[in-house]
């Protein structure tokens, strides 16, 4: 199936990433150029540029939460390619301790919404510029599970993830529509969000390292397995793919194995007797 994303130009933030990484295999696969964006990897970043020679790649530094370098970051890639179709917004930051709420800092809940909620408001707001002058493009969040069922101890996390799987995915297809509107040869603007869950990467090594871990957020997968940053890739290639997304804008798709939730508790943490 042609995905016709042959010289598109797309925009990876958190490119250095497992599933940054990956979303860079996958639409390197399908002949895009790529900018390869990173904030403090960069051996990574280069790395990967690295690995996929021979496809036509930028790798750029930017602290996303600083309006000023994230303009900086889209005027090089528009210098670079004259252009940017898709932008991912995969850039975040994930607390890997389990933190209550009642016992979080002030510091904790703010730094978690700007290296996610802000960073995306940045990114997204640049780029519809750019579409707005372009009158094309379309865009693929990168959210959580914990948006979708919530989180404890990463309560910060998971408000975050939720504004971008829905306040904004939900508002953003509406305005992208009216900037890049569809025309007898082309869909329009369209902006999509993904949830993964727990997938196999460095980030969540440490947890998914205790099989009681993986036992309990597998249980509550209809089929039990751990994501791989591949499984992301894919949805994300498909979304950005305007012959084959042609007609999805503003929807919000969960890859975790038909995930309904999360065990609460533990059987040895609860009393038969008294429920």
């Given at each position: 199936?042609?995905?016709?994303?042959?010289g598109k130009v797309i925009?990876?933030?958190?490119?250095?990433?497992?599933?940054?990484?990956?979303?860079?295999?996958?639409?390197?696969?399908?002949?895009?150029?790529?900018?390869?964006?990173?904030?403090?990897?960069?051996?990574?970043?280069?790395?990967?540029?690295?690995?996929?020679?021979?496809?036509?790649?930028?790798?750029?530094?930017?602290?996303?939460?600083?309006?000023?370098?994230?303009?900086?970051?889209?005027?090089?890639?528009?210098?670079?390619?004259?252009?940017?179709?898709?932008?991912?917004?995969?850039?975040?930051?994930?607390?890997?301790?389990?933190?209550?709420?009642?016992?979080?800092?002030?510091?904790?809940?703010?730094?978690?919404?700007?290296?996610?909620?802000?960073?995306?408001?940045?990114?997204?707001?640049?780029?519809?510029?750019?579409?707005?002058?372009?009158?094309?493009?379309?865009?693929?969040?990168?959210?959580?599970?914990?948006?979708?069922?919530?989180?404890?101890?990463?309560?910060?996390?998971?408000?975050?993830?939720?504004?971008?799987?829905?306040?904004?995915?939900?508002?953003?297809?509406?305005?992208?529509?009216?900037?890049?509107?569809?025309?007898?040869?082309?869909?329009?603007?369209?902006?999509?969000?993904?949830?993964?869950?727990?997938?196999?990467?460095?980030?969540?090594?440490?947890?998914?390292?205790?099989?009681?871990?993986?036992?309990?957020?597998?249980?509550?997968?209809?089929?039990?397995?751990?994501?791989?940053?591949?499984?992301?890739a894919n949805a994300v290639?498909?979304?950005?793919?305007?012959?084959?997304?042609?007609?999805?804008?503003?929807?919000?798709?969960?890859?975790?194995?038909?995930?309904?939730?999360?065990?609460?508790?533990?059987?040895?943490?609860?009393?038969?007797?008294?429920?």
């Amino acid at each position: 199936m042609n995905t016709e994303l042959a010289g598109k130009v797309i925009l990876i933030t958190g490119a250095s990433g497992g599933i940054g990484s990956a979303i860079a295999r996958g639409f390197a696969g399908e002949g895009a150029a790529l900018v390869l964006h990173y904030h403090r990897h960069r051996a990574n970043a280069v790395a990967l540029q690295r690995e996929l020679k021979g496809v036509d790649t930028i790798i750029l530094r930017g602290d996303l939460t600083k309006e000023r370098e994230v303009k900086r970051l889209f005027a090089r890639a528009v210098k670079r390619f004259g252009k940017v179709d898709t932008l991912v917004a995969n850039a975040g930051a994930w607390e890997s301790r389990d933190v209550p709420l009642h016992q979080m800092s002030l510091r904790q809940w703010r730094q978690t919404q700007d290296r996610v909620l802000m960073s995306a408001f940045l990114s997204l707001r640049q780029f519809l510029r750019l579409v707005a002058r372009q009158r094309r493009g379309n865009a693929v969040l990168i959210a959580s599970t914990a948006a979708v069922f919530g989180e404890a101890g990463h309560a910060d996390y998971a408000a975050a993830k939720s504004a971008m799987a829905y306040g904004l995915t939900r508002s953003l297809k509406n305005e992208i529509a009216r900037l890049a509107p569809h025309t007898k040869d082309y869909c329009g603007g369209r902006i999509n969000c993904v949830c993964p869950g727990w997938t196999v990467m460095a980030r969540t090594a440490e947890k998914l390292g205790d099989v009681q871990t993986v036992r309990k957020v597998t249980a509550t997968m209809a089929l039990p397995q751990l994501a791989r940053p591949e499984d992301i890739a894919n949805a994300v290639v498909f979304l950005s793919s305007d012959a084959l997304a042609r007609h999805i804008t503003g929807q919000t798709l969960v890859i975790a194995g038909g995930m309904e939730g999360r065990l609460l508790w533990q059987p040895d943490e609860t009393d038969p007797t008294l429920a």
